[in-house]
């Protein structure tokens, strides 16, 4: 099946910075999702961005579908956006998503 | 629109006893999906339904876990006789299927958490 993996594992910020959360994949997608876990452990959708490019506030995802990478931008990063950030894929082939192992933000003040 | 329920929100059982978990889709969502998600690991799928039918249930542990989905709207999750291993989060999500039949954006419930001591 495919392989969904996620860079940096952990990232620390002090407030006010910019991240680039980034996620590879090694198969076709027909579907990318971005979610947000918060402490309580709630999966937040982020995005859903098979390909292109998307903008939501302070957060943007762009997918290259031909390369097989989609990246997640956070812009002045709050302590609120602390948590862990979940890339999911599903490939042409499979009904379900597949994650990758997240990455654990740390947003100091 | 309400999201994905889920009970009960948290569980501690002993090893060999049995667990149910309870979930009810977004409506409308004829898709339905069960996760599992271990301690410091991204969800893993244990099962998914379109209405009342079985999809994929090949990463389900059928020794001990069962879910079923009667009526095409709500599912159970069982697990039984439980053990150590089976501690993580049950996450249960719902996708619209579109016209040309592909699956879209997956939602989720807010997930149990279950420890088995």
């Known amino acids: 099946g495919i392989q969904v993996e996620q860079s940096p594992p952990d990232l620390i910020l002090q407030e006010g910075a910019n991240s680039t959360l980034r996620c590879n994949f090694s198969d076709s997608v027909n579907n990318l999702q971005w979610f947000h876990q918060n402490p309580w452990g709630q999966l937040i959708n982020l995005f859903y961005i098979p390909s292109g490019t998307k903008q939501n506030g302070r957060l943007s995802a762009t997918t290259v579908a031909t390369e097989r990478y989609s990246l997640l931008y956070i812009s002045s990063s709050q302590t609120t956006d602390s948590g862990v950030y979940f890339c999911a894929a599903r490939d042409t082939g499979r009904r379900a998503l597949t994650f990758g192992s997240g990455t654990r933000l740390q947003v100091q003040p | 629109e309400a999201g994905v329920a889920q009970s009960p929100r948290y569980k501690i059982i002993e090893k060999r006893q049995s667990v149910a978990f309870w979930c009810n889709p977004i409506s409308g969502h004829a898709t339905l999906y069960w996760y599992q998600q271990i301690l410091g690991q991204g969800p893993k799928l244990l099962i998914q339904?379109?209405?009342?039918?079985?999809?994929?249930d090949s990463q389900l542990p059928k020794d001990r876990f069962s879910a079923e989905r009667l009526k095409g709207v709500d599912s159970t999750l069982k697990i039984q006789p439980a053990k150590l291993e089976d501690s993580a989060v049950y996450l249960c999500?719902?996708?619209?299927?579109?016209?040309?039949?592909?699956?879209?954006?997956?939602?989720f419930g807010p997930g149990t958490r279950l420890t088995v001591l």
């Open positions: 999500a719902s996708s619209l299927i579109s016209r040309s039949g592909s699956y879209n954006e997956q939602f």
């Open positions: 339904f379109q209405n009342n039918g079985v999809v994929d």
